[in-house]
């Protein structure tokens, strides 16, 4: 196995707020490596997207502390200057958000906000980093982007709005991508065309990838191992057979439980994890699924440490004091992966 | 574009007569506006009041004295019942000096609007900012007569740093255009700039917050690119339509308070006067001129925001 291209270790990422301080991210550790698509899943407020922000620097703010490390390549991300994060930014590190509908300026062309991108960081005339934006319209699938250049995202659709944000995030060659949600404001046949735009572009460049999403069908179609967050907290990583054939943690068991699967019988009521994710600023002692987890016993208290439980696999690692033996026995729920029953 | 303007020039010409109408009516139906009496005077007759009736048409249909009075509009021949005045000489006489106070205030609370807005905006909540706002509160509610004779009384009467009221046309002497004109522009200033400043600093703090923004830092740019070009771009587009509509309806006649205070006979005191005695055709001539300012900066406007924000398309 070669060296992490990424490394982020003990992610801490807090804000002060009128109500308290939020403890968003609650010492995330993973690492991404070279030509890999890496999935971060969980529901929304996890910490998933203030994590990928923060490796891009773009959580800093008066408000933010941040602890931690986030190594890429040797240097730590969280600890650069602002002048040095520019750089990396785009450059190495580059990042799709969540809705291409607002992700754009309005007021600009598309092609003239990729060609600002490139001429931010390159010394290169205008004609050049032109040429180079319409090449990078053309690698993400944007027909006749010579034309399209000169459009205003308004004039976009949706697709090709996410499409011409992937073709900004790309025109640099970074080493790494990070998309927030990039399918989650698409429709459905768009989504798919999306996924496997990135998928290609990981095949074909050796582009390593991080795809946050809330969507397990995403994780299933592209990743090729996936951190579960939950409350801030990484209480599952693996393989992707890992997650979806043998998951160790009793919350990813609610998240696979409350899939519908078109290969499966239909269920009365879409069965759901009981209750609502516990407050970031004054989160419950010891593990933050235990007040939803009917499992819960009495070492639940003491914070289990994310660490591989299982000795034939060292990769997967989870965050439950429950043996594996007693997971995989009560994880069963009418007859598949589950971590209630459907209500009746 | 061409279309869009011609469009907007007819669509004037409506709005010109509706107001217009709505003017004469309001006159017509007002107590004490009998032009009669302010024509012959309080000391005449009952004889020479009916001669006056019949001369001016006052015994007209409505529709009849509309129509004379807006033929007299139209060709230039108003004049005031009161002080036998040409409504359109005296409105060409004030014109220079209210361009002049309009013009040179207009930059002054834009530039300062602009530079305060933004320095509260990118110190939100810091002590910059909270000094800003505190200022910026103060100037928006100084009332602009009690300002304007402050300043009058200390600067001055008590100590002679600038003349005491009054207009010299910037051909005559620029020295003396200019010495007369700082205390107005300052004092008609001084409301927009507390306007503005809280407008821009407001918009900038939401266009911040917007999801592009987050991509322009994303993309490795400076952050003063990101303020300048990406930020400040669209936080400025409400500033110029509200700028746009300020000049006009102050160039309109809205800076009567500004005018009056500093005796600089420009339009907008000729307004206050034309009110005050009740006299019809200096209130319609310079309605109607007040409105056709309105108007025409309102389409100027529509203008350079389709220009600045490429999703406004002028419906053609």
Known sequence: MSAPLLDVSDLRVSFATEEGVVKAVDGVSFDLRAGEILAIVGESGCGKSVTALTVMGLSRGPNATIEGSAMLSG??????????????????????????????????????????????????????????????????????????????????????????????????????LIADEPTTALDVTIQAQILSLIERLNRDRGLAVILITHDLGVVAEVADRALVMYAGRVVEEGTLDDIFYDPQHPYTWGLLGSLTRIDQPRPRRLPLIPGAPPSLISPPQGCHFRPRCPHAFTKCPTTPPLEARLPDNPGHRDRCWLDSETKRARRVVEDRIGLVASAE | ??????????????????????????????????????????????????????????????????????????????????NRVNVREELVRGLPATLSLVIGSAVIWLFFGVLFGVLSAVYAGRWPDRVITILAMIGISLPVFWLGALLLYYLTFKVSLFPAGGYVPLTEDPAGWFSHLILPWFTLSILFIGFYTRLLRSNMLDVMNEDYVRTARAKGLSERRVLGRHVMRNALIPIVTLFGLDVGAAIGGGAILTES???????????????????????????????FFIVLFSAIVDILYARLDPRVRLNQ
């Open chain 1, 75 to 176: 240097v730590d991300l969280v600890t650069m200057d602002d002048e040095a994060l520019h750089k990396v930014r785009a450059e190495r590190v580059a990042m799709v958000f969540q809705d291409p509908m607002t992700a754009l300026n309005p007021v600009y062309k598309v092609g003239d906000q990729i060609v600002e991108q490139i001429r931010a960081h390159e010394d290169i005339s205008k004609e050049a980093a032109r040429a180079r934006a319409i090449e990078a319209l053309r690698s993400v699938g944007i027909p006749n982007p010579g034309r399209r250049y000169d459009h205003y995202p308004h004039e976009f659709s949706g697709g090709m709005r996410q499409r011409a944000m992937i073709a900004l995030a790309l025109s640099l060659e970074p080493e790494v």
């Open chain 2, 1 to 82: 574009m061409a279309r869009f303007a011609a469009r907007r020039l007819v669509n004037m010409v409506f709005v010109l007569i509706a107001i217009s109408i709505i003017t004469f009516l309001i006159f017509y139906k007002i107590p004490g506006g009998d032009p009669v009496l302010r024509i012959a005077g309080r000391a005449s007759n009952e004889t020479t009041r009916a001669q006056i009736r019949e001369d001016y048409g006052f015994n007209d249909p409505v529709y009849v004295q509309y129509g004379e009075l807006m033929k007299k509009t139209v060709s230039g021949d108003l004049i005031s019942y009161s």
């Open chain 2, 261 to 291: 205070v500093y005796d600089l006979q420009g339009i907008g005191q000729y307004v206050a006067d034309s009110v005050g005695s009740l006299d019809l055709p200096p209130i319609m001539g310079t309605t109607l001129y007040a409105a």
